[in-house]
């Protein structure tokens, strides 16, 4: 089925060790964002891009970096991970005029 | 001050009651969208609305852009229908990229 698969669903860290997310879409969408959802706040924007070879960060990206190598995949990388990191992140894509947006299932990081 | 905010924050109804849930907020838009998540789950795009109404099955979402306010309808409520129902607002251009900022989402709960 057409849209959003980010991989791994669930994953436990311990303070310092590092990971990727991986987002991939098969809508052709030009543009596609990570977001973070904490308890008790709405989805922050982590990092977003424009197309192939872009990206720019967002509201939260301390501590965060993202690779756009192909147009179907956005990388989330934690390099040291801390335990205020710990949420459930999301990516989502769309295209440039804002239709079609569409989420992936989550990832949900704990880090200890 | 967020520049989303939802009404009411929980909201408990009995099976077939009317449902309406409000979004107000201060900035310049593009779009709005209604998203709704359900526990432990991905988030769906329900509407994406610019202007006036939209209805699709048991759902309606109207927007005023001149009074920034946004509600969603629900009628002849079901216990399926509960959910965390989340509205984002696409800022408008200069500088906007497609992200959008959320609502803190409202909880409902629907009972038979």
């Known amino acids: 089925n057409a849209g959003v698969t980010q991989t791994p669903k669930f994953r436990v860290l311990k303070t310092g060790q590092s990971m990727t997310l991986l987002c991939a879409q098969d809508?052709?969408?030009?543009?596609m964002y990570w977001y973070r959802q904490d308890p008790g706040m709405g989805l922050r924007l982590i990092h977003y891009?424009?197309?192939?070879?872009?990206?720019a960060k967002g509201e939260v990206p301390d501590g965060y970096n993202v690779s756009r190598l192909k147009k179907q995949n956005f990388l989330l990388g934690l390099e040291s991970a801390a335990p205020s990191q710990t949420s459930v992140y999301f990516c989502?894509?769309?295209?440039?005029?804002?239709?079609?947006?569409?989420f992936g299932s989550g990832t949900r990081l704990t880090v200890v | 001050k967020n520049e989303v905010e939802q009404s009411p924050q929980n909201l408990t109804a009995q099976e077939g009651e009317f449902i309406t849930i409000n979004c107000s907020y201060s900035?310049?838009?593009?779009?709005l969208h209604w998203l709704q998540q359900h526990p432990g789950g991905g988030i769906v795009s329900l509407f994406m609305?610019?202007?006036g109404k939209k209805k699709h099955g048991r759902l309606i979402a109207t927007i005023n852009i001149q009074e920034k306010h946004s509600s969603l309808h629900i009628t002849a409520s079901h216990p399926r229908d509960s959910a965390v129902y989340i509205c984002?607002?696409?800022?408008?251009?200069?500088?906007?990229?497609?992200?959008?900022?959320f609502g803190k989402g409202t909880k409902l709960s629907v009972k038979p």
């Open positions: 989502a894509s769309s295209y440039p005029t804002g239709d079609g947006y569409t």
């Open positions: 809508m052709n969408h030009e543009y």
């Open positions: 891009s424009v197309g192939e070879g872009t990206t």
């Open positions: 900035v310049g838009i593009s779009a």
């Open positions: 609305l610019s202007s």
């Open positions: 984002a607002v696409r800022p408008n251009a200069g500088g906007s990229q497609g992200n959008l900022i």
